[in-house]
C-alpha cells in the first residue's frame, strides 16, 4: 500500500520528524496552502506491531484524502517523534489513540469524544482488541478495519457531531464483508461538511496568527 500521508512536525508545529527542515507549515502562506491539512497524533496504547499501524494509518489518511483532506501524521510510538509528542497540543491537532478495550464492553470498535460549540473536539479512539476479536469472527484485515474504524471516529471530530450518515464510512454500523469503495468512504455530502469546517477553523487560526 502507498501511504497517503507524510509524518511532518516542523518546528512551527511539533519538531521535524522525517522531513527535518522542510518546514512546509511555516509562515501565512503555507497555512493557506494547508486550509485542508490536519495534524493528526497518534498515541498507539495497545501496542500493534509498526507495519500493522503504518498500514492503518495508512488507510485513515487515504480514506481522509478521499474527502479532499490531507492528513499530516505525527506518530508517537516512533522514537523521532516522541519527544515532540511531549509538548502541548498545537491549535487544530487531533490526537488518535489505539486502545485496547472499551470500558463498557469488546463491541465498541471506536469513539470519539465530541464537544459541538462548547470547543474543539480533539480525541478519538479505536479499541484493537475489540476490531480483531470483529475481524477474527467475520473475516477481513486487521489493518484497514483498524484505519477505517480511526477515519470514522476522526469523522466525528471532523464533522463536530456523533450523528451518524445512513451511507457511506460515517453509517453506525458495519458489516466489514462490504467491498463497495462508497461504504468505505465519506459520503459527498459529509466529505464537503468536513473541508468547510476545516477552512472555517483554518481562516480563525490565520487570522489570531496574524494579529498583531
Ligand atoms: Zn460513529
Redesign the pocket.
Known amino acids: 500500500m502507498c501511504p497517503q500521508f507524510r509524518h511532518v512536525s516542523p518546528p512551527c508545529h511539533l519538531g521535524s520528524i522525517e522531513a527535518r527542515g522542510a518546514g512546509p507549515h511555516c509562515g501565512v502562506m503555507s497555512m493557506l496552502a494547508a486550509a485542508l491539512a490536519v495534524t493528526i497524533r497518534v498515541y498507539d496504547l495497545y501496542g500493534l506491531p509498526a507495519d500493522t499501524r503504518q498500514e492503518a494509518l495508512a488507510v485513515a489518511a487515504e480514506t481522509l484524502a478521499h474527502a479532499g483532506v490531507e492528513a499530516i501524521i505525527v506518530d508517537c510510538n516512533t522514537k523521532p517523534a516522541a519527544a515532540a509528542c511531549k509538548l502541548g497540543l498545537g491549535d487544530g491537532e487531533l490526537v488518535l489513540r489505539i486502545h485496547r478495550l472499551p470500558k463498557d464492553g469488546a463491541h465498541t470498535l471506536g469513539d470519539?469524544i465530541v464537544r459541538g460549540e462548547r470547543g474543539p473536539s480533539t480525541i478519538a479512539t479505536v479499541y484493537a482488541t475489540a476490531i480483531a476479536e470483529r475481524v477474527r469472527r467475520t473475516g477481513g484485515n486487521l489493518a484497514t478495519i483498524v484505519g477505517r474504524v480511526a477515519a470514522?471516529?476522526l469523522g466525528?471530530l471532523l464533522l463536530g457531531s456523533?450523528v451518524?450518515a445512513l451511507h457511506g464510512l460515517?453509517r453506525?454500523s458495519w458489516d466489514l464483508q462490504r467491498v463497495d469503495r462508497g461504504d468505505w468512504d465519506f459520503t459527498v455530502e459529509d466529505a464537503a461538511t468536513i473541508r468547510s469546517r476545516l477552512q472555517r477553523r483554518n481562516a480563525a487560526l490565520l487570522l489570531a496568527r496574524a494579529a498583531p
Do not use: G, K, Q, V
Request: no cysteine; aromatic share 0%; charged share 10%.
Open positions: 470519539a470514522h471516529e466525528h456523533n451518524h460515517m453506525p
